[in-house]
T-cell receptor, first 116, second 115 residues
């Protein structure tokens, strides 16, 4: 079945470094992708999204890159801070005939640890 | 604070029992989604409602059911509970009237423990 998987389950960086979190997806029909951040004891928090007609989107300190050729998604965090420590999930959605709006498929997550 | 509220925060019950989890979406949001998060399965989509109607279904067991009420709050009913149902259950909401957005705002979750 469809799945979204992450290459690295954990990532440790030093404060101030740039972080890159990767995600592979298997459904070539997916047309919408989201990155979520989940801190301990909290629900996932939206970070940034990108549609399949784009290959790059920038937010505040974050950039998402989409490579549809190899079905790869990445999240880049600039100048990583201790407050960025969390689990990061990528998620995908495809609108199959208008019946699957909002049906997100999440990856397993990457634990990001930022050391001061 | 996402604006989505869930009650209760924690729930401890026994196998075979039935529980109801409640979710209030962000003000004005018409879509409500339910997710289950467990250590072995990760975050799994269960079901979505839009303005009172079921819109999409995921890996939801037949023992589970949900509904969205006219005031847009939603309830997830879990029955004949098994040990494996222990998990965090999240509700998310999106989409104000006249728009559709995939950006889902998650509540703080309900932690269900089945003993």
């Amino acid at each position: 079945g469809e799945s979204v998987g992450l290459h690295l389950p954990t990532l440790s960086v030093q404060e101030g470094d740039n972080s890159i979190i990767n995600c592979a997806y298997s459904n070539s029909a997916s047309d919408y992708f989201i990155w979520y951040k989940q801190e301990s004891g909290k629900g996932p928090q939206f970070i940034i999204d990108i549609r399949s007609n784009m290959d790059k989107r920038q937010g505040q300190r974050v950039t998402v890159l989409l490579n549809k050729t190899v079905k790869h998604l990445s999240l880049q965090i600039a100048a990583t801070q201790p407050g960025d420590s969390a689990v990061y999930f990528c998620a995908e959605n495809w609108n199959a005939g208008g019946t699957s709006y909002g049906k997100l498929t999440f990856g397993q997550g990457t634990i990001l640890t930022v050391h001061p | 604070d996402s604006g989505v509220t869930q009650t209760p925060k924690h729930l401890i019950t026994a196998t075979g029992q039935r529980v109801t989890l409640r979710c209030s979406p962000r003000s004005g949001d018409l879509s409500v989604y339910w997710y289950q998060q467990s250590l072995d399965q990760g975050l799994q989509f269960l079901i979505q409602y839009y303005n009172g109607e079921e819109r999409a279904k995921g890996n939801i067991l037949e023992r589970f059911s949900a509904q969205q009420f006219p005031d847009l709050h939603s309830e997830l009913n879990l029955s004949s509970l098994e040990l494996g149902d222990s998990a965090l259950y999240f509700c998310a909401s999106s989409s104000k009237r006249g728009t559709f957005s995939n950006e889902q705002f998650f509540g703080p979750g309900t932690r269900l423990t089945v003993l």
